[in-house]
Each structure stands twice: as structure tokens, then as C-alpha cells.
């Protein structure tokens, strides 16, 4: 198994390492998912079924939309 590791930032981002970019064959702008179970994330290649999910929940995920908000939860 090989394994490869990257730094958040002060902003929680983090570059994807190159041996993982090739194996998903990610470029620039490529939307990923976080597939989560249990305590075990695994990383793939978002497909625009993904996408299509995503975009159809966009309108509706406004509760929490404020700056108000953004700064009551920012520690989460």
C-alpha cells in the first residue's frame, strides 16, 4: 500500500497529492467526492450523477446562509 499525505491550510484546503491526482486522473477544475463510512473517507472523481445530486439540493441548503451564521459555526 503506498500512502500519501498534504497539509491543510488555515482555510482547511489541501493540495492533492500528485500519485493520487494521476491515479484519479484528476485535472484542474475536476469536481471530487468524499465517500463517507463509518470513520473511513475515501476520495474518487465526482461522476455527474454526483453532480446532478449536488445541484438539485443547492436551493434548498439555506438555513444556515448568513454571515451571522458563518461566523456562529466557523469552528465546527
Given amino acids: 500500500m503506498q500512502t500519501a499525505t498534504s497539509?491543510?491550510?488555515g482555510?482547511?484546503?489541501a493540495?492533492?497529492?500528485e500519485p493520487v491526482r494521476n491515479l484519479l486522473?484528476?485535472?484542474a477544475g475536476d469536481a471530487i467526492a468524499f465517500d463517507i463510512e463509518d470513520n473511513n473517507i475515501h476520495l474518487r472523481k465526482a461522476r455527474p450523477i454526483d453532480?446532478?445530486?449536488a445541484q438539485?439540493?443547492?436551493?434548498t441548503l439555506n438555513e444556515w446562509a448568513s454571515e451571522a451564521d458563518e461566523e456562529?459555526?466557523?469552528d465546527l
Avoid: V
Fill in 7 to 9: 497539509k491543510l491550510t
Fill in 72 to 74: 456562529a459555526y466557523r
Fill in 25 to 27: 486522473h484528476l485535472r
Fill in 56 to 59: 438539485s439540493l443547492e436551493n
Fill in 15 to 17: 493540495t492533492i497529492p
Fill in 51 to 53: 453532480l446532478i445530486f
Fill in 11 to 13: 482555510k482547511y484546503q
